[in-house]
């Protein structure tokens, strides 16, 4: 297995990707790094929900996918996650909910290879499987912003109530369907990165302001 070309994760330049399941908070994580740290904040899911509002032929045959909790097939991620890269120009990007598959791993190395550039880290974000559940169920998107919201952890605004929206994929039987997909086509990226020493696990539990101190001491970003 190659060795990361940059193992220098204090360097300025960071190509990050987060890894965790469903409701591990990698979303609201990476964004709050990315805005804090002025990286471009990539999420496949974003740029999917974007493709389904949009009524795009991507965003129509994604759609189905989603809504069950199942991936969407390699292919149809794989243009519009390097596409977004190379938007970033190849630095100061962290990747969040791509790759999810060992194939994707493999096509964004060499998608990375073929710049000269590599990733510099994977943050693994660790959650039990009840947490889970419990976040997911408790999880509300304002429907104009995106923004996300959770019951009990960071509660919507009262005069924003009425824009409130669960993500059709946090039902119940979705959620179950997509921690089994994690496990299955995600998780064997844990010992994939791992065996590249690029791995950087942490403790996802606690309040996001815990969390995101443990990712940047963890990271050494000051
Ligand atoms: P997320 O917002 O990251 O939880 O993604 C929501 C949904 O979009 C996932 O449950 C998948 O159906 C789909 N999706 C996002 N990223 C990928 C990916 N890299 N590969 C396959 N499906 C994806």
Redesign the pocket.
């Known amino acids: 297995m190659k060795k990361p070309k940059n193992p220098d994760i204090a360097g300025a330049d960071h190509r990050l990707v987060f890894l965790g399941p469903?409701g591990s908070g990698k979303?609201t994580q990476a964004r709050l790094l990315a805005t804090r740290r002025g990286l471009t904040h990539i999420?496949?899911?974003?740029i999917?929900?974007a493709e389904i509002k949009a009524e795009t032929p991507v965003g129509l045959k994604?759609r189905k996918?989603?809504v069950t909790?199942?991936?969407?097939?390699?292919e149809?991620?794989r243009s519009l996650?390097e596409d977004a890269v190379r938007d970033a120009n190849f630095s100061k990007f962290i990747l969040?909910?791509?790759?999810?598959?060992i194939q994707?791993a493999q096509w964004l190395c060499e998608f990375l290879d073929a710049q000269d550039a590599s990733l510099t880290a994977v943050i693994q974000l660790m959650i039990d499987e009840d947490d889970v559940v419990m976040r997911l169920s408790q999880r509300r998107i304002h429907s104009l912003t995106g923004e996300n919201f959770h019951l009990s952890n960071k509660p919507p605004p009262e005069e924003e109530a009425e824009f409130m929206v669960s993500r059709p994929?946090d039902q119940p039987d979705a959620i179950r369907k997509?921690l089994k997909?994690y496990y299955r086509e995600t998780h064997p990226l844990i010992e994939y990165y791992d065996a590249q020493g690029l791995l950087l696990p942490v403790q996802a539990l606690g309040s996001f302001s815990e969390v995101h101190a443990q990712i940047r001491s963890t990271l050494q970003i000051p």
């Open positions: 469903p979303g999420s496949t899911g974003v999917l929900r994604a996918y989603i909790g199942r991936l969407v097939p390699d149809m991620i996650a969040d909910g791509y790759p999810r598959t994707q994929d997509r997909v």
